[in-house]
């Protein structure tokens, strides 16, 4: 599909990817719908800003009925809560499923009919290297994030009659406020924009945005010991 006259919706588009995603979207010919769940938060010029958790059922339905004419989901909204699974807080650990794969699949599964009348389209879901391993503190969201990329392979069968693209998104560190914390190597938030945009345009399934996420990759198919200590190694170098 083409950006270019595009009608896209983005969630999360109150400041980092998200806001990315929607400031380039617009600034490449798309009318583009940015959601977030306080829309005052959203300071773009040029978009339709709506309210949307995406965690609540009457939002997502709500944000489907107003963006009835959306060609190109962007499922981007997310939460970090540095929770572990085993010793960790379990609420907050629901609250990274609850987001990550539940909000995700709420979206989809509100906007798949969408799509599919305004010819198909396209959806990107924003997922994670950490789709594929985990770390002290990162459980949750690796769970999460595992989950939701099951979600995404699984919408990409399920949809393919339909004529719409489903797109996986993994990435290492992005520069925004969730790495805030994190002292190692980030990628910009419009280099990530720019790789996945190029990467709808082209009908791509899968987008590794950066070398980290490349290597991730390589390393699934080691034993489970070896692909860990690999991982520890290069996040320790």
Partial sequence: MQISGAVALVTGANRGLGREFARQLVERGATVYATARRP???DLEGVVALPLDITDA???AAAA???G???LLVNNAGISTGADLVTGDLELAHREMDTHFWGTASM??????VLGRNGG???VNVLSALSWFSTRGAGAYHAAK????ALTNSARLELAEQGTLVTAVHLGAADTDITRGWDGPKVSPQAVVDAVLAGVESDATEVLVDPWSEFVKTALTDQPGTRDARIAAALAG
Avoid: H, K, M, Y
Wanted: charged share 25%; no cysteine; glycine share 4%.
């Fill in 121 to 123: 389209g396209a959806a």
């Fill in 58 to 60: 009457d939002q997502v």
């Fill in 108 to 113: 989809l599964r509100a906007f798949a009919p």
């Fill in 40 to 42: 005052e938060s959203i």
């Fill in 69 to 71: 004419d959306t060609t």
């Fill in 146 to 149: 595992a989950a939701e990329w």
């Fill in 65 to 67: 009925a107003r963006a």
